[in-house]
C-alpha cells in the first residue's frame, strides 16, 4: 500500500504537497490462460443453438455424435466442459471442422450413400492439449483458493451426523470428532475441498439409508447403523469416483485420478540422473508501462515501449545517472505517484486527465528529463505506488552488471616471484622476533 505522503507527513520532500493515497491501487492485469466466460447453468452445442444443463452433458455429447458426427476424446479428463465447448464452437466458425479433426469414415466398403464421415477431435491435436491444460490448471488454482478460503473460516456450522453434536468454528473440528469418537476417517481435513457439499452428499446417503461403505440399502437407520458399526463400514468407498471432486488429490496432474497418482511408483523418479524442467510453468511478467496502460511480457520490450512511444529512456537515464537498484525503486514509484495523481513531475502542473497530463510531458519534452534527485530519492518512494507493480522486481543493478561482465572477462594470474623469496626471508617478522629472542 503507497505510503501516505500529504501535509504533514514525515517524509515530504522540498517543502512541497502531495495528496494522500488512502485505497491500495492496482495496476491493470492482462487475463492469462483461457478467456473468462459468464458462468451459465446450460451449455450450447459446438454446432448448433441446442442447449443443455450443465449436469446433463451425456445429453450434449449424444447429441452431437447423432446430429453432427463429432466424437469427443476422453472428455472425462476435461476440467471446465463449458468453458471447452465454447471455446471449439468458435474456433469451428473461423476454420473447417477438417482443420481440427480426424475424419473416421464408417461403412467404408458399403456404398457411398451408406457411409458417414464421423470427426474425432481429441489431445492428439497440439491446440486441443494446449487448451485442456490450460483449463486443468485454471481449475487448480480455483480449487486451491477454495481449498485456503475453507481452512481459514471460522464461521463453520455443522452437526455430526453419528451424534447429532453441533460444531461451530473450523471444519477440523468436525472431521477430528468424528474420527476420534466414531472411528470414522475421510482423510485429512486440509485434503479436502468443499466441504459442505461433501457432507451434505454423505448426510443425503444416510438420510436414504445407506451404508457409505458397500452401499447396500437397508429398511431402517438402527438397522444401518448396527450394519456399519460390526462390519466396520465406517468410512466411504474409495471406489466411487463421486467422491473425487472433493480431495485435492484428484486436482494435482492432468489426466491422472488418485488412483493413479498413488499406484506411481516414486522409486522410477530417482533413477532419472536428470530432472526434467518440462511441466514447470512459467508465468509471463506483463510489466506495465510508466505512462500507460501497456504491457510486455519483458522489462526490454516495456523500456522500447517507453523510449518509441513516450520519448522516456529509462535505460539511458539509469546508466547516465548510475542509478543503483532501490534508486530505480524509488525513481519508478516517484513517477507512478506523480502520474496517478495527474501531476507532471517537472513542471507540477495539474490536470483534469492522465491523457492530457502525457499530451503536455510529451509536447513540453518534460517527460524525457528527471527532477533533481532530492525530489524523488526520498525513502517514501521506497513503498510501491500500486500493490501488483511487476516492474519492481525485474529492475537490474548496474553494479550488478558491471560485476558479471567483470567476471566474464579472462583475468590474468600473475605468479609469485621466486627470485625474491630469499629476500622475504630476511625480512620476515619471524626472524626478527628469533634475533630478539637470541639477544635475550
Known sequence: IAAPTGRGSPFQANGGYSEYILEPLSLPESPGGVAAVEESPSVPCIFCEECSPRAEQDQLLKHMIIEHKLVI???KLVADFRRYILYWKKRFTEQPITDFCSVIRTNSEAPIEEQDNYFLLCDVLPEDRLLREQLQQKRLREILEQQQRERNDTSFHSICMFCDKEFTGNRSVLFNHMARDHAFNVGLPD?????????AALQKKLDNLQCLYCEKIFRDKNTLKDHMRKKQHRRINAKNTEYDRFYIINYLEFGKSWEE?????????????????????????????????????????????????????????KTEHGLKFYQQVKLVNFIRREIHQCRCYNCKEMFQSKTELINHMEITKHITFLPTKSTWDQ???????????????????????????????????ISEDLSDLEALRQSSVLNQLLREENSD
Open 379 to 413: 525513502p517514501q518512494y521506497y513503498f510501491p505506488t500500486y500493490e501488483n507493480d511487476t516492474l519492481l522486481c525485474t529492475l537490474s543493478d548496474s553494479e550488478d552488471e558491471l560485476t558479471a561482465k567483470d567476471q566474464s572477462e579472462d583475468v590474468p594470474v
Open 191 to 199: 485434503n479436502i475441498v468443499n466441504c459442505n457439499e461433501f457432507l
Open 73 to 75: 476424446a476422453d472428455i
Open 261 to 317: 497418482v498413488q499406484s506411481e511408483d516414486d522409486r522410477e523418479l530417482l533413477d532419472n540422473v536428470e530432472e526434467d524442467w518440462s511441466d514447470w510453468e512459467e508465468h509471463p511478467v506483463c510489466a506495465v508501462c510508466l505512462f500507460c496502460e501497456k504491457q510486455a511480457d519483458t522489462t526490454e520490450k516495456l523500456c522500447l515501449h517507453m523510449k518509441e512511444a513516450h520519448g522516456f529512456d529509462f535505460l539511458k537515464i
